[in-house]
């Protein structure tokens, strides 16, 4: 049995990893800043409270597990606000905010939480395959491309880093669910897509830490 700590689990692709990873048998550690009734009825430890782009948040969740190993983070908090080309001095806040939860977020848990991360240890970030440059094709969505893109580019620093302590790390696309970011528009549903990144984050090892994949196997372009 691992110890898995998912953010952002108190709905959509959380909420289910949540569940399936309990379901299997493993010990989650489920952190959002507000617990959601649907969360609350897992068999998991949940704590709530959490803000991923405040560092004195951080500082207390890492104090409240002092001491305890994780085997499995999972970043995954994130949000996604519309932009286009045309109106983009209104929206620089929400680029910011989408900066600073889906770029600094997964960044600032990983390094708060490094002493609960041991040898073997694995380190998964939720991003997008909006996040890539090479995959770009249809423009606009400004603040979320780059937020993504920011956070693929941390996450390859974070495998360098972390790879002296045989931590290895993930960059993974869940695909285009349906969920409340969304607007329940997407290709697939959360239990799909969990099953997806779990399966990635299991067969991840330090020889293929830093890469870049969608939850369906395929390795996605920079």
Same mark, same amino acid.
């Given at each position: 049995?691992?110890?898995?700590? &998912?953010?952002?689990? #108190?709905?959509?692709?959380?909420?289910?990893?949540?569940?399936?990873?309990?379901?299997?048998?493993?010990?989650? +550690?489920?952190?959002?800043?507000? @617990?959601?009734?649907e969360?609350?009825?897992?068999?998991?430890?949940?704590?709530?409270?959490?803000?991923?782009?405040? @560092?004195?948040?951080?500082?207390?969740l890492?104090?409240?597990?002092?001491?305890?190993?994780? /085997? !499995?983070? &999972?970043? #995954?908090?994130? !949000?996604?606000?519309?932009?286009k080309?045309?109106?983009?001095?209104?929206? !620089?806040?929400?680029? +910011?905010?989408?900066?600073?939860?889906?770029?600094?977020? @997964?960044?600032?848990?990983?390094?708060a939480?490094? @002493?609960?991360?041991?040898?073997?240890?694995?380190?998964? +970030?939720?991003?997008?395959?909006?996040?890539?440059?090479?995959?770009?094709?249809?423009?606009?969505?400004?603040? $979320?491309r780059?937020?993504?893109?920011? &956070?693929?580019?941390?996450?390859?620093?974070?495998?360098? /880093?972390?790879? %002296?302590?045989? +931590?290895?790390?993930?960059?993974?696309?869940?695909? $285009?669910?349906?969920? /409340?970011?969304?607007?329940?528009?997407?290709?697939i /549903?959360?239990?799909?897509?969990?099953? %997806?990144?779990?399966?990635?984050?299991?067969?991840?090892?330090?020889?293929?830490?830093?890469?870049?994949?969608?939850?369906?196997?395929?390795?996605?372009?920079?």
């Amino acid at each position: 049995m691992s110890t898995c700590l &998912v953010t952002g689990a #108190n709905r959509g692709i959380g909420l289910e990893l949540c569940r399936q990873l309990a379901a299997r048998g493993d010990s989650v +550690i489920a952190v959002c800043r507000s @617990p959601s009734a649907e969360l609350e009825k897992l068999d998991v430890e949940v704590t709530g409270g959490v803000e991923v782009t405040d @560092p004195v948040s951080l500082l207390r969740l890492a104090r409240h597990l002092e001491g305890r190993r994780i /085997d !499995v983070l &999972v970043n #995954n908090a994130g !949000v996604l606000r519309r932009d286009k080309l045309g109106g983009l001095a209104a929206a !620089v806040d929400d680029m +910011i905010l989408q900066f600073r939860t889906n770029s600094l977020g @997964p960044l600032l848990v990983t390094e708060a939480l490094t @002493p609960n991360l041991k040898r073997g240890a694995k380190v998964a +970030i939720i991003t997008s395959r909006m996040g890539s440059v090479a995959d770009n094709t249809s423009g606009g969505a400004y603040g $979320y491309r780059m937020s993504k893109s920011a &956070v693929n580019n941390a996450g390859a620093s974070l495998a360098h /880093d972390l790879a %002296g302590k045989r +931590i290895a790390v993930a960059l993974l696309h869940p695909g $285009y669910v349906r969920t /409340d970011m969304t607007g329940g528009e997407g290709f697939i /549903d959360t239990a799909e897509a969990a099953a %997806g990144l779990l399966q990635r984050i299991d067969e991840l090892t330090l020889e293929t830490s830093g890469g870049f994949w969608h939850s369906n196997g395929e390795a996605l372009p920079w």
